[in-house]
């Protein structure tokens, strides 16, 4: 039953039951100056539903962690030994006890257990609240936000509070303070229009590649599928359709894959791929509208280069709906919340995953609240845990985010300090995660939107700290001092090109370039990986880190060019070994 049932409850019966909660006074939980960019409208429409996520901590977290390093280190007795549903689920969930204290807090505002939405691990209960009740249950008031350049229209607040008694029992209730612009990372920046159709093959010349391997010359200015193959050493590997080996592509704010887009594609750069279709599955609602004008451009790029690369490996792709509902007649806007939770909610609760998933969408991550940003990434673990490798996009930013003042180019914290600063993005910055940039032309070079630096939020992992450590101490003294975190978690973790791509969209064959391009392009190349190790018997590659710190990286190719412009200065440079600028990929 969905029905907005709380309309019916009389104002007495809210204030008797919330005296429960009497022994215990309203305290801050979470308080943030006003974000960078947003300015305050009006207040909320009092009717205008939210729908609340309440998130509890999650105890035995260092326990799942401990599992992902050993099942994705090379060198541990566990490599590749991953955890069930059930063992995951066993290690996300909250005590007991804060369960209770919150479902007993909810109980005192009405909501009876038919009206929660418990996740399987009870680390998320969900609630739709209009804004008049999550006002009085959180001692706040919401105000409808308007973003200054972008549009953007969203309901927040600037701080909430609960009883004190509750505050070890949840770990944070958004949204109340989030105020994420999640975007696609395609960039139209980059776009370059409608053009000829080229497909690469050995006949008019050939540069030849870094391990020897013959790439046509058509791909130093447009990238096909051939080129790819050419290019990372896979021109002939075969891909089983059958071995249980599948690849995941996930979709969000309404980008929808079109299939009439993706035959094109296929009949132009892989025509044995002709007439095959993905699995889409909805989540949370997301729709995947066939109309050839709600073709998403991202999407088309994602399921064209992921699906069209491992053909005839089955594909699977996600379509997230990104807005929670909300009352048109009241509020003229769209609330989104992150979809991220959501998208971890559906996919770890299958018991059969894709053993490789590629995500090319992602924000500042100054602007996700950092409770939020560490839940979605110790979700990122538990997927990594049950063998996924978890792949994103790095951004297009370079070291800033296309956001910087536009007088000064410089780049502002987003705490009300107005310090200067690098803006890395989220989920790229997550630890458990591969992320992925670009590179650009034969020999490969960085390309400069390539997002790369220092996470603010993230402690450097482990399996990094050699690499990262090695880049700062060979950087000038004092360079970049206070713009960016040297003790944080370095990204991109690999590139790939992500240049020109050739695809089809709106019916018509356009090319895109952006970070986007790379991360499905990094991801198909890792799942013809997995395909080959699945039809040895052997377990997926799972989270890859690890190993491609270790040892993987032998396999790559080292970009030494090149650097990742932003906030006014030249960003980092491609160096011999890691580099945030970047580090690249030869299957
Ligand atoms: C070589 O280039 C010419 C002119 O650009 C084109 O017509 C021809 O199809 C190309 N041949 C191959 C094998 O790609
Ligand atoms: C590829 O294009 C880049 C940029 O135009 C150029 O610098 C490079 O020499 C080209 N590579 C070859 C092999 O022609
Ligand atoms: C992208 O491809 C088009 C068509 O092949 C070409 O005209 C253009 O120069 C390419 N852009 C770059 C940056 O290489
Ligand atoms: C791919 O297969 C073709 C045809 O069998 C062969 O001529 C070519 O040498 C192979 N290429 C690579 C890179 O192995
Ligand atoms: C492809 O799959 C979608 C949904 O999974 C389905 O609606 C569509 O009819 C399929 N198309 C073809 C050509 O099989
Ligand atoms: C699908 O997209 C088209 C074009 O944007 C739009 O007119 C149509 O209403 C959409 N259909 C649905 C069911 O949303
Ligand atoms: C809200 O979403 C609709 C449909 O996705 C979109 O067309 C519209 O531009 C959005 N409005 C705002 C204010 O972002
Ligand atoms: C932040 O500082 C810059 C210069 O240091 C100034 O131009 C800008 O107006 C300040 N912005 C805010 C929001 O205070
Ligand atoms: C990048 O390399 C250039 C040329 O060698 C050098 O001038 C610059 O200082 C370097 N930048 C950084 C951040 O290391």
Sequence with gaps: MRAIFWLGLPLSTVMARTAFYKGSQPKVKESITSPRGWVKHAPAPPSHVLELKIALPQPKFDALEQYLWEASDPGHERYGAYLSKEETYALMSPHRGSVEAVVDWLASYGFEEGHLVRSPANDWITIRAPVSLAEKMLDTTYHVYHHAQKGDTTVRTLSYSLPENLHGHVDFIQPTTMFARFKAFKSTLHWSGQAELVPASLGNGTITGPA?????????????????????????????????????????????????????????????????????????????????????????????????????????????????????????????????????????????????ISTSYGDDEQTVPYNYAVRVCNEMAALGARGVSVIFSSGDGGVGDNDADPATQQCFT??????????????????????????????????????????????????????????????????????????????????????????????????????????????????????????????????????????????????????????????????????????????
């Design 212 to 356: 020897g391997n013959q790439v046509d010359a058509s791909c130093n200015s447009t990238i096909t599928l051939t080129c790819l193959r050419q290019l990372y050493n896979a021109l002939n590997y075969t891909t089983s359709a059958t071995n249980g080996n599948k690849l995941g592509l996930t979709g969000y704010l309404n980008q929808y894959a079109n299939l009439d887009d993706l035959q094109q594609f296929y009949l132009t750069q892989n025509p044995a791929a002709l007439g095959s279709n993905f699995t889409f599955v909805s989540v949370h609602g997301g729709t995947n509208n066939q109309s050839l004008l709600a073709a998403g451009d991202e999407a088309d790029l994602d399921t064209q280069f992921g699906f069209g690369l491992t053909y005839p490996t089955p594909g699977t792709f996600y379509s997230t709906a990104g807005e929670p509902p909300f009352t048109p007649s009241a509020l003229e806007a769209n609330d989104t919340n992150e979809p991220y939770s959501y998208w971890l909610g559906y996919v770890l609760s299958q018991d059969d995953i894709p053993q490789t």
């Design 414 to 587: 987003n705490d009300g300090r107005n310090v200067t600063r690098f803006v890395p993005f989220f989920p790229a910055t997550c630890p458990y995660i591969t992320a992925v940039g670009s590179t650009a032309y034969i020999p490969e070079k960085a390309i400069p939107f390539s997002g790369g630096g220092f996470s603010n939020y993230f402690p450097r992992p482990p399996y990094q700290e050699l690499a990262a450590q090695g880049y700062i101490d060979k950087l000038a003294p004092g360079t970049y001092q206070g713009l960016y975190n040297p003790y944080g978690r370095g990204v991109p973790d690999v590139s790939t090109q992500g240049l020109n791509f050739s695809i089809f969209w709106e019916g018509k064959n356009v090319h895109v370039s952006g970070t986007s391009c790379s991360a499905p392009t990094f991801a198909a190349f890792i799942s013809m990986l997995n395909d080959a190790r699945i039809s040895l018997g052997l377990p997926p590659l799972g989270f890859l880190n690890p190993f491609l710190y270790s040892s993987g990286y032998k396999a790559l190719n080292d970009i030494t060019e090149g650097n990742n412009p932003g906030c006014g200065t030249e960003g980092f440079n491609a160096t011999v070994g890691w580099d945030p600028g970047k580090s690249d990929v030869t299957a």
